[in-house]
């Protein structure tokens, strides 16, 4: 999840927070970050056609797992011991898009994911990134969208069960099916959480109405 939700903290050396346990907890956020970005090409080269049987399959749904772990604790650690820093707060966000892209295309290559689907939800990631540089470069900050939150939830939800349908075939758990659900649902909430940033922008841009 994004730092952004940590508040108004600048660099980490310049808040007080919670006494760290040791020294080097100060750079786990960002190292847990910069792992995360790391499991990426990992997780990709267990789906990679020279390479690969069941167990790597496995070796990529673990991964997957882990990095999804990693991204939860990053933020929870900066908020609770102040450790939000510029750095992590560029960081962030690109290993998470990073993984989530990942994951959604190799889906499409074990054909577990539509096509059309990935497109989009990453096509709506490009649109939000671009829109939120354009509001900075305006000197527009636009906050993120709750429904940004709820998506990112609806997305790993749906990769860990379709990727769970192509490792374990458990007929009482409707993996496949589950996993499509909540990848449609991760879908309208794309495009829903898509459509408020623009109308954001659109209120609180340099052209937005007066009054």
């Known amino acids: 999840m994004s730092r952004d939700d940590a508040g108004t903290a600048g660099e980490a050396a310049t808040v007080v927070g919670e006494p760290l346990p ?9 190292g847990l970050t910069l792992l ?12 990679y056609p020279i390479i690969v049987d069941h167990h790597t399959y496995w070796a990529a749904g673990w991964t997957f797992t882990f990095a999804a772990v990693t991204d939860f604790f990053d933020g929870y650690l900066a908020r609770r011991y102040h450790l939000v820093s510029r750095l992590g707060k560029l960081l962030d966000p690109i290993a998470d898009k990073v993984l989530i892209t990942a994951a959604l295309v190799m889906l499409v290559e074990i054909e577990r994911a539509s096509a059309w689907i990935v497109i989009i ?3 709506r990631e490009f649109a939000v990134t671009g829109l939120r540089s354009l509001a900075a470069s305006e000197g527009v900050v636009l906050a993120a969208e ?5 998506k990112v939830g ?16 458990l007929p009482f758990i409707p993996f496949r099916p589950m996993g499509t659900f909540f990848l449609w649902v991760a879908m309208v909430l794309a ?8 109308l954001n922008y659109w209120r609180t841009g340099p052209g937005a109405p007066a009054g």
């Open 22 to 30: 040791a020294p080097w907890f100060k750079h786990l956020p960002n």
């Open 36 to 47: 995360r970005v790391l499991l990426v090409p990992l997780f990709v080269l267990f789906h």
């Open 121 to 123: 939800i990453l096509g």
């Open 146 to 150: 709750s429904l940004g939150k709820w």
């Open 154 to 169: 609806a997305q790993i939800t749906a990769i860990l069960m379709l990727l769970a349908d192509h490792i374990w075939f």
């Open 191 to 198: 495009v829903v959480s898509g459509v408020q940033y623009v």
